[in-house]
């Protein structure tokens, strides 16, 4: 897992790992692939979009497991940390 990341979002009160995607990028195209390892095909896909955003923005493969209530202000907080955080330590990313 050189070169990758993986990213755990979840409730507090709830931890479990029900779903998990993986991107990573293609040199065959500018979007990068994104597959699901763990879950149900019915499940909420936030976890594949947030994982092909960050694998093109950091140029790595990236496992993202997002495991909390559909609530889109919340998605958008939690990515919007996830941001800052590699703004900010960057050599962590």
Do not use: H
């Amino acid at each position: 897992m050189t070169d990758s990341l993986l990213i755990f979002i979840n409730d507090k009160d709830n931890m479990q790992l029900s779903n998990m995607f993986v991107s990573l990028l293609s040199r065959y195209d500018n979007l990068p692939l994104c597959t699901r390892l763990l879950g149900s095909f019915t499940e909420e896909e936030i976890s594949k979009a947030i994982a092909c955003r960050l694998s093109k923005k950091l140029n790595k493969t990236v496992f993202v497991s997002c495991n909390v209530e559909e609530d889109r202000t919340l998605l958008v907080t939690v990515e919007k940390r996830i941001y800052d955080e590699i703004k900010g330590r960057p050599e962590m990313f």
